[in-house]
């Protein structure tokens, strides 16, 4: 692992980061639809916790892309897609979490109005990627 000058440190930062976020994610995920849905606190802050979920993961997959493979890539999007085609994420995975660049750029941006009935079905069906990644990212630091 030294060889490859991986930072742990910031790494573990990264996966406290995502952890904490998916706390709060699934906290509201289990709240009914209306009750989430017409509580604007509850709303701002599933976006705020997706963004710094979203964030530490690209954060993660660039130093990645970075230290293991020697690599920069071109867009957060792409950080996600060549760690699927090296073989540190399953390429369905990676797709996926290509795609979960996008929303963090749609919260951010403000590109389009947010369906928060769709983040809340993200909320409820979709937050095992990010416990597959944390298990995918484990298993390459082992490795390295």
Same mark, same amino acid.
């Given at each position: ?27 509201? !995920? ?17 976006? %705020? ?6 964030? !530490? ?18 867009? %957060? ?24 660049? !996008?929303?963090?750029?749609?919260? @951010?941006?403000? %590109? ?28 390459? @630091?082992?490795?390295?």
């Amino acid at each position: 692992m030294g060889s490859k000058n991986l930072n742990i440190a910031r790494l573990s930062e990264k996966v406290a980061d995502i952890r904490q976020s998916l706390a709060v994610l699934q906290e509201y !995920a289990g709240r009914e639809e209306g009750v989430f849905l017409n509580n604007p606190e509850a709303v701002r802050s599933a976006r %705020y916790a997706f963004i710094v979920m979203i964030e !530490a993961a690209l954060s993660i997959s660039n130093h990645l892309c970075a230290r293991l493979l020697r690599e920069a890539p071109q867009s %957060y999007a792409e950080s996600f897609l060549r760690l699927g085609d090296s073989g540190y994420l399953q390429e369905d995975l990676a797709g996926r979490l290509a795609r979960m660049a !996008a929303f963090r750029n749609l919260l @951010v941006h403000g %590109y389009g109005k947010v369906d928060d009935r769709l983040m809340l079905k993200i909320m409820r069906e979709d937050l095992r990627d990010l416990e597959l990644f944390l298990t995918a990212i484990h298993q390459a @630091v082992d490795r390295e």
